[in-house]
């Protein structure tokens, strides 16, 4: 069976690798949680179970279990590798300013196109079972779609065929991962393509100027925290919260994206000096 892998494609492997990463990395703790919500949804007993599994596909994927053949390989392709404090700085600046960025240009979309609001959890539920089940929900996003896509995915297309085609092909497969949350909308999806195009366009920049995933598992758990948090406020409030600040969404999102690309200009020319 490794004899047949290691005849396909580089290409060919790394989206195989990456789809197993998502269905049984993935898959798994949401079907928990799905099933939370629909037996005894007050306690959030998939919360345990799924960082569980969570701890025991990273420990695999990091290179640890059978078979002992592939321990070296998938603890490459994974890099997740420890950086430097200078680099944790200087990464998650790059990405927080840029998902600020995608964020408030979503938002000004979403405004315009008349998307109606949507509570990202039942609201009869109590706010300790709410924030366990969005713990859950980010660090289970973070950890396999940044695994999946800018690990197991990029990381063996970046040594073929360099960090552009790499970070391309990621992004475009990080689109596809979410285009079945739209509720079968093609305008929304077609609409917001760009968002996902973007998103993984930045964490894939990350991950490749860094070395490692692991300040993008971080942003990404904390990105996907802040938009369930957005989502319940904006579900919760009377009214139009952000009318107010309505005509500024657009010029400071662009100005946020532009300031991540002053930052990522930076640090690559930093990384290239230093080497």
Known sequence: MLDLWRRLPAFVRAVLACLAVLVLGGQPWQVLLALNFQF????????????????????????????????????????????????????????????????????????????????????????????AFALLAALGAGVIEESAFRGVLQRPLESRHGPFAAITVSSACFLLAHAGQYGGRLDLLLFNAWYYLGAGALFGFLAWSAGSILPGIVLHALADLAGIALAAWSAAASGDP?????????????ACIAGAAVLGRRRVRSARSVA
């Open 40 to 131: 005894a949804p007050s306690v959030p007993w998939c919360v345990p179970l799924g960082l569980v599994w969570l701890a025991i596909v990273w420990s695999w994927l990091r290179g640890r279990g059978p078979p002992a053949s592939t321990r070296a390989a998938r603890r490459a392709s994974l890099r997740a590798e420890r950086v430097s404090a200078t680099t944790w700085v200087a990464t998650l600046a790059i990405g927080v300013v840029g998902w600020c960025g995608l964020l408030l240009l979503e938002i000004a979309l979403f405004r315009a196109l008349g998307v109606p609001k949507s509570a990202p959890f039942p609201p009869e539920l109590s706010i300790t079972s709410a924030l």
């Open 242 to 254: 952000l009318a107010s600040v309505s005509a500024w969404l657009v010029p400071a999102g662009l």
